[in-house]
């Protein structure tokens, strides 16, 4: 039992996406989107191309989307850090104020702004700060249509400095629809902005529920064909979704501990899912 769940467990942090820090031209910053993007989600707006200092092309390649599974960041850089300062409010380059917000570029003059650490995720793509997300905010929508103003190809031959922004407005921006559009990582960073951390190495210790667990990675290994797969994936779907439902309910009423462990649970059964995937 101990050694299933020893294979079981991987932290969430090791499967999200790597919020890294941006170096002084966009190359590095597209350099990492390149490396990391997967086949499974939106297509991006723009082909990923990269530029030398001298802002000369230097590689071209399609992007082809996101997984649905994060790729590798750190937890601290997961849930927005609050600015110790309130950012002043006004375009860098004509010195426009904001017409709406939030002010990720500039409306008067179209140039991108620094980032605002204050900004959180939800206030990003406009939406309540509420774990539910009905399909009618679009959020892939309002992902796309941001890096259509923000996508560092935009800027190749813009200073230096609006580069930069670029690169960290448009990874900010991925890193917010990443972690918005799934419901287990939009559960730890709404638990984050309420100051509630989440233990990505506790484990959970029930014997019933290593029991279960156990059960269904052997029914995975022992899985005949595809359609046994897809049965197996379609059950551990429908238990992350019941295990989602009940954190929006324990989160409703603040009941934080007993969020934390629908979280714990729905880490275990999208590590199931992971396995499946492989093997689909």
């Avoid at 002043?88 to 991108?112: G, H, M």
């Avoid at 559960?187 to 506790?202: C, P, W």
């Amino acid at each position: 039992m101990l050694k299933a769940k020893k294979k079981l467990w991987s932290p969430l942090s090791d499967r999200l996406l790597q919020t890294r820090t941006i170096s002084s031209t966009t190359f590095g910053f597209l350099q990492n989107q390149q490396q990391h993007l997967s086949n499974s989600q939106p297509h991006s707006p723009f082909p990923f191309i990269s530029y030398n200092n001298n802002n000369k092309k230097i590689q071209t390649s399609s992007s082809s989307g996101f997984s649905s599974h994060f790729l590798p960041f750190s937890g601290k850089s997961f849930c927005s850090a609050q600015s110790s300062e309130k950012t002043n409010l006004r375009c860098w380059n004509c010195n426009a104020e904001p017409q709406n917000a939030p002010f990720l570029v500039c409306e008067s003059c179209t140039t991108i702004q620094p980032v605002d650490h204050s900004v959180d995720y939800f206030q990003i793509f406009g939406l309540e700060n509420k774990y539910e997300i009905e399909e009618d905010h679009n959020l892939e929508v309002k992902y796309k249509n941001w890096q259509k103003k923000l996508h560092p190809d935009l800027v190749h031959s813009k200073p230096e400095k609006e580069r930069e922004f670029a690169a960290e407005q448009s990874a900010r921006v991925i890193d917010a629809y990443r972690t918005l559009n799934n419901a287990l990582s939009r559960a730890i960073y709404i638990l984050k902005l309420e100051g509630v951390n989440v233990n990505e190495e506790e484990t959970v210790s029930e014997p019933e529920l290593l029991a279960e667990i156990m059960e269904i990675r052997e029914a995975v290994e022992e899985a005949p064909d595809y359609q046994a797969l897809k049965e197996i994936q379609s059950s551990m779907q429908e238990k992350l979704q019941n295990w989602s439902n009940s954190f929006a309910s324990a989160f409703r009423g603040h009941k934080f501990e007993e969020a934390k462990n629908c979280i714990r649970r729905m880490t275990y059964y999208d590590r199931v899912n992971e396995e499946i995937v492989k093997r689909l």
